[in-house]
């Protein structure tokens, strides 16, 4: 589960990510990404009714995004704001095609080296 302090809750802050940001879009998730000032990074997840009618289950992709995010906090660059916009078809997926996704849009966003080429804290 990802800090409170690392959550993006706030209508404001979700509106302003809208309207300034850029975007990135895979088969599972269209992600925006905005820098912030702040000495931190937050994330938001939106998983509307479409991807599913229950609850329960656009809670657990939330925390399964969430999940696949924490893992990877340190390597993203500090001072962006970042917003997961679920695609239906996601509730089907496996956790690990949902990891491998984040990855592989934190590495074509630029927030994160790739694989071979880790960054090194400043």
Same mark, same amino acid.
């Given at each position: 589960?990802?800090? $409170?302090? +690392?959550?993006?809750?706030?209508?404001?802050? &979700?509106?302003?990510?809208? *309207?300034? @940001? %850029?975007?990135?879009?895979?088969?599972?998730?269209?992600?925006?990404?905005? $820098?912030? +000032?702040?000495?931190?990074?937050?994330?938001? &997840?939106?998983?509307?009714? *479409?991807? @599913? %009618?229950?609850?329960?289950?656009?809670?657990?992709?939330?925390?399964?995004?969430?999940?696949?995010?924490?893992?990877?906090?340190?390597?993203?660059?500090?001072?962006?704001?970042?917003?997961?916009?679920?695609?239906?078809?996601?509730?089907?997926?496996?956790?690990?095609?949902?990891?491998?996704?984040?990855?592989?849009?934190?590495?074509?966003?630029?927030?994160?080296?790739?694989?071979?080429?880790?960054?090194?804290?400043?």
């Amino acid at each position: 589960m990802l800090p $409170k302090i +690392n959550r993006i809750k706030k209508k404001k802050d &979700f509106e302003t990510i809208f *309207k300034n @940001s %850029k975007s990135f879009r895979n088969n599972l998730f269209i992600f925006k990404t905005r $820098k912030n +000032n702040l000495k931190l990074n937050r994330f938001g &997840f939106v998983v509307s009714q *479409k991807v @599913s %009618k229950k609850a329960t289950l656009r809670n657990k992709i939330k925390r399964r995004l969430g999940e696949a995010i924490r893992d990877k906090m340190e390597n993203i660059e500090i001072g962006t704001d970042l917003v997961f916009i679920t695609l239906p078809g996601i509730e089907k997926k496996e956790f690990s095609e949902i990891k491998k996704a984040v990855e592989d849009s934190l590495v074509k966003a630029k927030l994160v080296a790739g694989e071979n080429n880790n960054r090194l804290p400043s």
